[in-house]
């Protein structure tokens, strides 16, 4: 028995229970509290004195009934209220339809029934209201007649017995998502599907708006009573009711004022202050805009050995099941969400009134159970945080959900409930007595399920252990998603009590078979290539190969690859002899895209050098900055761009100034031995400056390892036979400018410079997109977008790599949909500290793009790159939301 449940029952037999001098006490009539109820309050005595301190000593009033005729119009209750707002907003909706559906076997006396059922409505006004709106525009409830009630019948016993099942399928899922007219309904639906003389189909419909979980329990009893007295030709046996829902709804208007009013109110304004407008966990689907509330449940069960583990260690610390379950079921969140700041609804029954408990109506209030696991508790802690956050909610529990809603004022939308999302549900309603003579009954199974929130946990204890119900939006989570949370609740369940002093965050969650695949199957990624070899040597094995291929191309100039090395030689023979260039010194390149450019970056690294791109657009203040910050004493220039550069003008060397080309042709065009310079492949091949999190830039080192481990992937996967060469169009500062400038020059194949100026980039990206051949390309989302509306189309088969930003469904459909079906489009990955990309995902066919998934993936890494997902430093359930930690060959100083 939980704490509500006891409160209830001491109430009932007129027990109080009160502090005296800080310690336990109660006054009962006599033999009301027998040993039983004893030990059950010995055993929540922890519990019970903290609630009692807690609790305001004022007394709410007793509900009374009131004068009323036929035709008025009565107040609602605040969740009737809220509910009527609900259905003229979403104007009619099944979602806060409660079903049932029951098979009867055996003899079924209809007349009994029948009368069964109009004897419930007659005896409850709420099932006979409807409601309509007042001359102030806000919901009033008025009470009509029985005699417009009817059970329907319908006879699908001459349906052939193969087609029987699915017309049986067909009238379940309609009646139960068929909407309730507020305004003229009776607010309960029966229907009988006869399918033989022997069996028969009962269908139960009420509308939240009259009904909760506890009056399911309510109807099922009464009618039981009442069939089985109709049945036998006996009288209504049951008690009159001492008061009606419209009284209730009187009193709650009326009677929860004053001091304890506005100290519960305040308690939740404290207590939600800066609640998270919605929860974090991650979706396998975007939200719609507009709730549908399809639902589905995933059930599963959890020992009764576990349970009691479980159990007894709750009650060692004082704490009930549910703060124990509450404190798992945050821990689990959690993790999956990368968030700290948990919110979870949970009802309560709210009938502490014994004047209420036969009622049928909308008596149940939610509340909201907010835990901060921000400071990485251990499970002991947590259960304690818990087990306070529920004393507390349970003491101010008498406000209701509606008025804390009013009183928060959250920001509205359409597509989620309002201050929580997620359900936590401990059954412990009365469930009705199931027994009719000469009747056996059975549950029907209903394909349709309304998910009311996101996500709902419902958990049932039965003499087996737990009987646990997974209930969630399927507009939002896919059933592989739930029976992960599924599994990992359980593991939780148990890890959790194994080491309790321990951070949450620590508790091992995933299964060994998790561990192994993401640890070693995702990351079996190893391969050989040239790990040894520097980015230049490369190249000079190419110029071996194919010494007269065309290497680049810019405008009507170009060099093959013998040409090209020849002038790089003699370049890097320069700067070593005259600018005493060695391994890891930083020269500054600034230049425009042009022939000169590709020679500066060859001859800095056979020169033993790493390169700094700077950028000529860029400010002068960040020039300036980064030409301190790298310490930087040589920049290879363009005549130009003179003036760009604040340095004394003998460190700037004019690549295109004649005189300087003539003084080159006298060095020597000889390749450079790596050895005689010192230089390996553990030297740096370039620094390049990112924004930076401080603001300030920020200089990222890459060895020559890192990028040619990244050119042994882009050579592999990028230049399939068809590709002639690539097409560069993005400046030097953009690492993931090293994908078209020296891809090709690894393979043979040529690179095509497009001009500095933007609309020259722009022709000449649409003239080499419709060409006849085939390149490839490395562009950002952005030129996607700028170029969707251009006149390119045809049946080329490129190779477009995109970077540097998030690429979309969206933006990507129509190239593939429309403009270049056949080309490849290949969505690389990578910080600028793995050097240009670590992982890919490949678009060869339109399926390859989830139309309901707003990202298109980043894939999965490249070779001889490691991925793990962390929170906390832990591996994380897969879909869940961590950190990326990126490890292997291409990550960089």
């Known amino acids: 028995m939980n704490l509500v449940a006891l409160l209830k029952e001491v109430k009932n037999k007129g027990i109080t229970l009160y502090l005296n001098d800080g310690k336990l006490a109660f006054k009962a009539p006599a033999g009301a509290m027998n040993k039983a109820l004893k030990s059950q309050v010995v055993a929540l005595k922890v519990e019970l004195v903290e609630l009692l301190e807690k609790r305001d000593s004022t007394e709410t009033s007793k509900i009374e009934v009131i004068d009323r005729q036929p035709d008025d119009a009565l107040v609602t209750s605040f969740p009737q209220q809220r509910l009527w707002f609900v259905d003229k907003l979403g104007r009619g909706s099944h979602q806060y339809n409660i079903s049932a559906a029951l098979k009867l076997s055996g003899t079924l006396k209809p007349e009994a029934l029948e009368k069964a059922f109009s004897s419930i409505v007659s005896r409850h006004e709420t099932l006979r209201t409807y409601f309509v709106a007042g001359d102030d525009g806000q919901p009033v409830q008025k009470i009509q007649n029985v005699d417009g009630f009817d059970v329907v019948t319908i006879d699908l016993s001459t349906i052939e017995a193969k087609n029987q099942q699915e ?25 009988v599907l006869k399918l033989s003389d022997a069996e028969h189909i009962l269908l139960v419909t009420m509308h939240h ?20 007295a109709y049945a036998q030709g ?3 046996p049951l008690a009159p009711l001492a008061v009606q829902y419209a009284d209730y709804a009187h009193w709650q208007r009326n009677g929860i004022e004053g001091k304890v009013l506005d100290k519960q109110l305040s308690f939740w304004t404290n207590q939600l202050a800066g609640l998270p407008i919605i929860h974090s966990l991650p979706l396998d689907l975007p939200r719609p805009s507009k709730q549908r509330f399809a639902g589905h449940i995933y059930s599963c069960n959890m020992s009764k050995t576990k349970l009691d583990v479980f159990e007894q260690y709750c009650k060692d610390n004082g704490a009930t099941l549910f703060m124990g379950l509450h404190a798992v079921f945050s821990v689990l969140l959690a993790r999956y969400s990368n968030e700290t700041d948990i919110v979870i609804g949970s009802p309560v029954a709210n009938r502490e009134q014994p004047e209420v408990e036969p009622l049928i109506g909308y008596f149940a209030n939610t509340l909201v159970l907010r835990s901060d696991l921000s400071d990485k508790p251990t499970f002991n802690a947590l259960l304690a945080q818990s087990k306070k956050t529920l004393l507390d909610a349970y003491a101010n529990q008498q ?12 920001e509205r939308s359409l597509s989620y409930s309002l201050l929580f999302q997620v359900m936590l549900v401990l059954q412990n309603n009365v469930q009705g007595s199931e027994e009719l003579p000469d009747l056996t009954l059975s549950h029907v199974k209903q394909k349709n399920t309304v998910s009311k929130f996101d996500l709902t946990l419902n958990i049932m204890k039965n003499d087996e252990g737990l009987r646990v119900r997974w209930e969630y939006n399927t507009d939002l989570f896919k059933v592989e998603t739930i029976k992960c949370l599924a599994e990992h609740f359980e593991r939780l369940f148990e890890g959790l009590l194994s080491a309790p002093e321990n951070n949450v965050f620590d508790v091992k969650m995933l299964s060994e078979p998790e561990y192994y695949q ?6 079996d990624t190893a391969v050989i290539y040239p790990k040894d070899k520097c980015i230049h040597e490369l190249f000079e094995a190419q110029v071996e190969k194919t010494p007269n291929a065309i290497a680049a191309v810019f405008e009507d100039q170009k060099l093959n690859y013998s040409e090209l090395n020849n002038k790089v030689n003699q370049l890097a023979h320069y700067l070593i002899e005259q600018k005493q260039v060695k391994p890891d010194t930083l020269v500054g390149i600034c230049m425009e895209r042009s022939l000169e450019m590709v020679i500066a970056i060859f001859a800095v690294l056979k020169a033993g050098g790493a390169y700094v791109p700077l950028d000529p657009d860029f400010p002068k203040a960040r020039l300036a900055y980064m030409l301190q910050d790298a310490n930087l004493s040589i920049v290879l220039t363009q005549i130009k761009l003179r003036g760009k550069i604040s340095i004394n003008d003998n460190q700037l060397e004019y690549l295109d100034d004649s005189m300087f080309l003539q003084h080159l042709s006298d060095y020597s065009t000889d390749n450079i031995d790596p050895l005689s310079q010192g230089l390996t492949s553990k030297h740096l091949a370039y620094v390049i400056y990112t924004s930076g999190s401080t603001g300030k830039p920020k200089g990222v080192m890459v060895p020559h390892s890192a990028v040619v481990h990244y050119l042994a992937h882009a050579v592999e996967n990028y230049l399939t036979d068809n590709i002639v060469g690539s097409v560069l169009s993005s400046p030097l500062s953009f690492d993931a400018t090293v994908t078209t400038l020296l891809t090709p020059l690894m393979a043979g194949r040529k690179i095509v410079i497009l001009p500095e100026k933007q609309d020259l980039v722009v022709e000449g990206l649409i003239n080499y997109f419709n060409a006849e051949y085939d390149y490839l390309f490395k562009i950002t989302p952005a030129h996607l977008e700028l170029l969707s509306t251009c006149n390119i189309s045809g049946n080329a088969q490129h190779i477009v790599v995109i970077g540097g930003e998030q690429l979309t469904t969206r933006c990507l459909m129509p190239w593939k949909r429309d403009l270049l079906p056949n080309t490849i489009y290949v969505n690389e990955y990578g910080p600028t500290e793995t050097a240009v990309g670590c992982s890919t995902y490949w678009i060869r066919e339109l399926q390859d793009l989830e139309y309901d998934v707003h990202a298109v993936p980043i894939g999965q890494p490249i070779n001889n790159i490691k991925f793990y997902v962390l929170y906390n430093g832990q591996p994380i359930p897969l879909g869940a939301i961590g950190e990326l930690y990126i490890g292997g060959d291409g990550v960089t100083h």
């Open 167 to 191: 017309e049986v399928i067909r009238y379940v899922d309609q009646e139960t998502t068929y909407n309730f007219n507020l305004n003229s309904d009776f607010m309960l639906r029966v229907h």
């Open 209 to 228: 708006i009259a009904s909760d979980g506890w009056s399911v329990g309510v109807l099922i009893t009464e009618f039981s009573t009442l069939y089985a």
């Open 234 to 236: 006996k009288g209504n």
């Open 399 to 410: 406000v209701p959900f509606e008025q804390v809603v009013e009183q928060l004022q959250p």
């Open 518 to 523: 993401q640890l070693t199957t995702w990351n």
